[in-house]
Structures are given as structure tokens and as C-alpha cells.
Nanobody
Framework: QAQLVESGGGLVQAGGSLRLSCVGS????????MGWFRQAPGKEREFVAA????????SYADAVKGRFTISRDNAKNTVYLQMNSLKPEATAVYSC?????????????????????????WGQGTQVTVSS
């Protein structure tokens, strides 16, 4: 049973930093695209960042560019999200997700990484709260 488990969430003051981790188990995710999404209360889940299986291609939502960094360690089946200069509007449940880079002959590029439909596996999420 493939599983993704997030950790690293918590309460932080505006301007602070957090580093989220997501560990995969039950299968090897090294050939999969890994992404982070977030959902604030009363809002739809939204894309935050994603990284290709090689780590060479990344994609970020405009709201986090320059402040968040996604990375991965395939040997540990783990993806990270370093979040700096956090703002109160970043308060949400952050979930990691994984999806194949190729499906049915379709090769996904970083311009596709924001699509939720691309991802097959989802974690339960970790709460991030940024106080003002």
C-alpha cells in the first residue's frame, strides 16, 4: 500500500520559516513527480510547488516564488518544502502528492505540475499556522 506521510508543520510567526517533509512508503517514488498543495479553511486546494523525478525541473505558484523551495532525496523517498518569510495567508493544511511523469503516452512537463489530476497518491496533510 503506497503511502505519503507529511511532517514539519506547526505554528510560526509571520516572517518565520518552516521545513516540511514528506516520506513515501510502499513503493518507490523516485521516478514520480512530487508536489505540495495546500488548503485553507473554506477554500479549494491549491498548488504550491512540484519537482520532477530528477529534481532538475521545478514549478512554483506565483504566491510563493522566491520564498519557498522544493527539493527531494530519492534515496530516502522524501520530498521537502522549505518555507521562508511566511505570511499569515500561508495558513493551511499542506499535503504532498505524487504522480507519474508519463501516463498513457503523455509526458508531463513542469507546466503541467499544477494540475491535481496529474497526481495519484496523496498524503493526509500537516497543519501550518502563521500568526500575524
Amino acid at each position: 500500500q503506497a503511502q505519503l506521510v507529511e511532517s514539519g508543520g506547526g505554528l510560526v510567526q509571520a516572517g518565520g520559516s518552516l521545513r516540511l517533509s514528506c516520506v513515501g512508503s510502499g513503493r518507490t517514488f523516485s521516478s514520480y513527480v512530487m508536489g505540495w498543495f495546500r488548503q485553507a479553511p473554506g477554500k479549494e486546494r491549491e498548488f504550491v510547488a512540484a519537482i520532477s523525478w530528477t529534481g532538475f525541473a521545478t514549478s512554483y505558484a506565483d504566491a510563493v516564488k522566491g520564498r519557498f523551495t522544493i527539493s527531494r532525496d530519492n534515496a530516502k523517498n522524501t520530498v521537502y518544502l522549505q518555507m521562508n518569510s511566511l505570511k499569515p495567508e500561508a495558513t493551511a493544511v499542506y499535503s504532498c502528492a505524487s504522480g507519474p511523469g508519463v501516463r498513457g503516452g503523455t509526458y508531463y512537463t513542469s507546466s503541467d505540475y499544477y494540475r491535481r489530476s496529474m497526481y495519484e497518491y496523496w498524503g493526509q496533510g500537516t497543519q501550518v499556522t502563521v500568526s500575524s
